[in-house]
């Protein structure tokens, strides 16, 4: 029972958060919605190297600006952007942020299975989206600037993601 409170009441709160662009100042307003616009238009997630040449790319540079222009505040809210790609770079966001409660966060998104396609180097993953937020935030993978999750919320995730189904 206490599984299916946190399941179905958390993402609530999160719902009723303000939207992204209430925290910005007007003149912050119109580049987050231009950084979110590029992110979901080229719909995927990249590592800092893609390529076999390990250029730098685009879409790479727009999650640094977003992490730049967003606070914390407006990272969460982007949390339930229609776009999976969004998501992943605003949870990304946070985690990089170090945000106190990126463990809620995380729960919140335990059942978020929206496929998305994950550009490292030369290899391209496409898994979902929930899986890439682990990815994040487990302290063997991916970016060691992140805030990094104990693997008892990592079992929680599994635990929520597979419940009930």
């Not at 946190?6 to 939207?19: E, I, M, V, W, Y």
């Not at 999976?84 to 729960?107: C, I, N, P, T």
């Not at 063997?140 to 995730?157: E, F, I, P, T």
């Amino acid at each position: 029972m206490r599984s299916f409170l946190l399941a179905f009441l958390l993402p609530l709160t999160l719902l009723a958060q303000p939207s992204a662009q209430e925290f910005l100042s007007p003149q912050s307003r119109e580049p987050l919605h231009v950084l979110t616009d590029s992110l979901a238009g080229v719909n995927e997630l990249h590592g800092p190297y893609v390529g076999f040449s390990g250029a730098v790319s685009g879409q790479y540079q727009n999650f640094l600006e977003l992490v730049d222009t967003a606070k914390a505040e407006a990272l969460l809210a982007l949390m339930q952007h229609p776009n999976a790609v969004v998501r992943g770079y605003a949870f990304w966001g946070l985690a990089r942020e170090h945000y106190e409660k990126l463990d809620s966060v995380l729960l919140s998104h335990a059942r978020d299975e929206a496929p998305v396609r994950f550009i490292q180097g030369g290899m391209v993953t496409e898994l979902p989206l929930v899986d890439f937020l682990q990815w994040v935030v487990n302290p063997q993978l991916l970016d060691g600037d992140c805030k990094k999750l104990d693997n008892s919320v990592l079992d929680r995730v599994t635990e929520l993601r597979f419940s009930d189904r």
